[in-house]
């Protein structure tokens, strides 16, 4: 099966805009950008907060964060305040929508139909 991919808008000072491919994994227990996708936008979007988070992959490695970005985000027609470690997945995904994200939007998968209702 493909992975569930979406766009998203995040919001930075001054309301300008970021549009970001966003892969949505369930069983990704934190929100997370990749270091190059954000590094990409981070002109138009707030600056990263200090993390101390260090992230285990699924093949078992770590990887510390290099921040945490907090604002506004923008997904189909719902608004949400949130925040997204940042660190290099090595270009595996530019950004990942995890657990916590679905569960303050109280998202529903329909995974016979491949929707997601927010």
Avoid at 32 to 60: E, H, Q, Y
Avoid at 90 to 113: R, T
């Amino acid at each position: 099966s493909k992975p569930f991919v979406t766009q998203v808008l995040l919001y930075g000072p001054k309301g300008k805009t970021s549009c970001f491919q966003a892969n949505v994994d369930d069983g990704a227990m934190v929100n997370a950008i990749d270091t190059r996708t954000f590094n990409k936008s981070a002109s138009r979007l707030r600056k990263l907060v200090p993390s101390s988070r260090t992230l285990r992959m699924a093949n078992g490695s770590l990887v510390p964060s290099q921040g945490v970005w907090k604002g506004t985000l923008k997904w189909g027609s719902a608004t949400i305040t949130t925040s997204f470690e940042v660190f290099d997945s090595g270009g595996v995904w530019k950004m990942l929508i995890g657990k916590p994200l679905l569960e303050q939007f109280g998202a529903i998968h329909d995974y016979a139909l491949d929707q997601i209702t927010l």
